[in-house]
């Protein structure tokens, strides 16, 4: 049974850093594109980040790019997300994600699986 599981939210302070990280229970995690949404309190889960299965290249969503970055060990069946220069409409659930052989996509519904999700709360 797949399992994703998320961990590294937590609360911190506006400009502060978070690491998230997702290990994937996948025995070909290598050929899945793993990607992380978030969901605020009263709003619809969006995407933030994803990074190929293929060339490890990533796709930001606007709001975070240039503070988000995403990366991925494969030995280690884990994907990452740094998270710098927090800001307060940084607080949601973080969720992994992951797609087979999959090039990018923004819509969580076309993902195959799904964490439980962290919980990051940024303060003013």
């Known amino acids: 049974q797949v399992q994703l599981v998320e961990s590294g939210g937590g609360l911190v302070q506006t400009g502060a850093s978070l690491r998230l990280s997702c290990v994937a229970s996948?025995?070909?995690?290598?050929?899945?594109?793993m990607a992380w949404f978030r969901q605020a309190p009263g709003k619809e889960r969006e995407f933030v980040t994803a990074?190929?299965?293929?060339?490890?290249?990533?796709y930001y969503a606007d709001s975070v790019k240039g503070r988000f970055t995403i990366s991925r060990d494969n030995a280690k069946n884990t994907v990452y997300l740094q998270m710098n220069s927090l800001k307060s409409e940084d607080t949601a659930v973080y969720y992994c994600?992951?797609?087979?052989?999959?090039?990018?996509?923004?819509?969580?519904?076309?993902?195959?699986?799904w964490g439980q999700g962290t919980q990051v709360t940024v303060s003013s």
């Open positions: 994600a992951a797609k087979w052989k999959s090039s990018f996509t923004i819509t969580d519904n076309d993902y195959d699986y």
């Open positions: 996948i025995p070909t995690f290598s050929t899945y594109t």
């Open positions: 990074i190929s299965w293929f060339n490890k290249s990533t």
